[in-house]
């Protein structure tokens, strides 16, 4: 009897691990809209460098990003509509529209894998990749302790560890590392998913 609980305990554990790439491309296919908070940390220099900025999208190429932090960016928004792309700098109450074509600069493709995971060309984005499933961890993000699953990419020119929440499979952190040394730290909190979105986030004038 006891071997047999044994056997039955290690099978559990076996399951509670038994998560793949596939169920994350799953889970990333059935997104069509989300908001949350990202915190990004930038360490390409000798100090660390940081932003937050509310975070709200759609499928169908639309995006909201405004910061709330530092105060020097307080409030500014780029955004796109599907067919314009704005920016607002309210310290120099200066604002931009302009059409969206195939040369204008997507600010979401700074977020590495985290943005295709949104974008839904996660499974194109991961080609030649080598993935690596690390186990289950507790992490934390910002006052909150996540569950979740921790992936390591390897790309060509650089890797990336990514946390997936447990719940949902959404990538609630990332670390990208180039030439062996970590560049960015993302983390998402607060995350909606497929929530109703106001059109008018992504067309703030």
């Given at each position: 009897?006891?071997?047999?609980?044994?056997?039955?305990?290690?099978?559990?554990?076996?399951?509670?691990?038994?998560?793949?790439?596939?169920?994350?491309?799953?889970?990333?296919?059935?997104?069509?809209?989300?908001?949350?908070?990202?915190?990004?940390?930038?360490?390409?220099?000798?100090?660390?460098?940081?932003?937050?900025?509310?975070?709200?999208?759609?499928?169908?190429?639309?995006?909201?990003?405004?910061?709330?932090?530092?105060?020097?960016?307080?409030?500014?928004?780029?955004?796109m509509d599907g067919e314009y792309f704005y920016n607002y700098i309210p310290s120099l109450n200066r604002k931009m529209k302009k059409k969206?074509?195939?040369?204008?600069?997507?600010?979401?493709?700074?977020?590495?894998?985290?943005?295709?995971?949104?974008?839904?060309?996660?499974?194109?984005?991961?080609?030649g990749a080598k993935v690596k499933f690390e186990g289950e961890q507790k992490i934390k993000i910002g006052n909150a302790e996540k569950s979740a699953y921790l992936f390591t990419l390897t790309f060509s020119d650089h890797t990336e560890r990514v946390w997936f929440d447990k719940q949902t499979l959404f990538p609630i952190k990332l670390e990208l590392y180039r030439k062996g040394k970590l560049y960015v730290v993302l983390t998402a909190s607060d995350v909606k998913i497929n929530p109703e979105l106001d059109p008018k986030l992504f067309k703030p004038f």
């Open positions: 009897m006891r071997k047999l609980l044994v056997f039955v305990a290690a099978a559990l554990t076996v399951l509670a691990f038994s998560i793949s790439m596939d169920d994350i491309l799953k889970a990333s296919a059935s997104l069509n809209s989300v908001s949350c908070t990202i915190r990004a940390e930038n360490h390409s220099r000798s100090r660390v460098s940081v932003v937050e900025f509310f975070f709200a999208f759609k499928r169908k190429n639309m995006m909201r990003i405004e910061y709330t932090y530092p105060n020097n960016m307080k409030g500014t928004i780029v955004a969206i074509t195939d040369s204008s600069k997507n600010p979401g493709k700074d977020m590495g894998i985290l943005y295709h995971y949104i974008l839904g060309d996660l499974g194109a984005a991961l080609k």
